[in-house]
């Protein structure tokens, strides 16, 4: 039974238990076998899109980033693609519409590249607050904006992917909830509708895990 | 198929980071500034780095101002005149 609007994010199943968050690793049930000697399509399919991926990033990679960045950042990439798109299904729970996940993701990763940027190289940290050719009179002004953008980052990369992931699922709750009580022409125009959205969510949850770890990659760049 | 992965550019043996200059900063003809603009600019990398540090010292310095200030009392105030 539905008590609010949000209460299809509320992670829990009987017994007190919240057994929702096991969604947390359905990724890993995608996760391509080697066993074979000639690889299967899904592990083919697989490489070829670590390697666009890889592709877009090297550019924003910067030259002393450390060679295990790659790595770290298509296991994120994978984990918020599976997580964004497996919730699309039904009864399917989806574990980065929740600020607890997607801020488990982006501070941990903000903090330790602040900790590293100002503990080993804390001059190009404090020049980074200054952009090249800044006027004098906005120098000022401009490290007290790139200090507030800098502490807020971690709050916006999670409540980005968080607020979109919401979004699409609450619209298409909405659209539904209104289908029980309706004629049969309104409910036809509301499934069309339906499937443009699911259509349009499923594109999001792949742009949304892109834009994360496009923005995840910048960050480091600037640190490395 | 393997997945193409940048060529190991630091040692991990001792957690010792190669740490590198980022790229600009020496096109910067830096005997064009005299006097203060030679510490304090927005072109160099010292001299946004001096920017930056400088303006951090500003705001600590008077939020410290703000904090020792002696808050005004009410034994300070004085009484209203009595007939």
């Known amino acids: ?224 | 198929m393997s997945i193409a992965l940048r060529p190991r550019q630091i040692s991990f043996n001792k957690c010792d980071f190669t740490v590198t200059r980022m790229a600009g900063h020496s096109a910067v003809d830096e005997a064009k500034f005299t006097g203060l603009a030679r510490y304090f600019n927005g072109e160099t990398r010292r001299g946004r780095a001096n920017v930056a540090g400088a303006t951090y010292a500003g705001i600590a310095l008077v939020a410290a101002y703000f904090m020792m200030r002696k808050k005004p009392s009410k034994m300070d105030a004085v009484p209203p005149a009595t007939k």
């Open chain 1, 1 to 224: 039974m539905m008590s609010g609007l949000f209460s299809i994010f509320d992670p829990s199943t009987g017994f007190g238990l919240s057994l929702n968050w096991i969604a947390l690793l359905i990724g890993l049930c995608f996760l391509p076998l080697s066993f074979w000697v000639l690889p299967t399509r899904w592990m083919v399919s697989w490489s070829m899109i670590n390697k666009t991926v890889l592709k877009e990033l090297s550019s924003l990679f910067s030259s002393s980033s450390p060679s295990g960045m790659s790595v770290l950042v298509l296991g994120l990439f994978w984990f918020i693609i599976f997580s964004n798109f497996l919730g699309l299904f039904p009864y399917v729970f989806t574990s980065t519409a929740h600020i607890l996940v997607t801020l488990s993701l982006a501070f941990p990763m903000w903090m330790g590249f602040m900790l590293f940027g100002w503990l080993t190289r804390p001059i190009d940290m404090l020049a980074h607050l200054v952009p090249e050719g800044t006027p004098t009179i906005l120098m000022m002004f401009m490290v007290c904006i790139e200090t507030i953008s800098n502490l807020i980052r971690p709050i916006t990369l999670s409540v980005r992917l968080a607020a979109n992931m919401i979004a699409g699922h609450l619209l298409l709750t909405l659209l539904g909830s209104q289908g029980v009580s309706a004629s049969m022409v309104i409910l036809t125009l509301i499934l069309v509708t339906q499937f443009f959205l699911l259509l349009l969510e499923a594109a999001v949850a792949v742009i949304q895990s892109y834009v994360f770890v496009v923005l995840t990659t910048l960050y480091s760049a600037e640190v490395y």
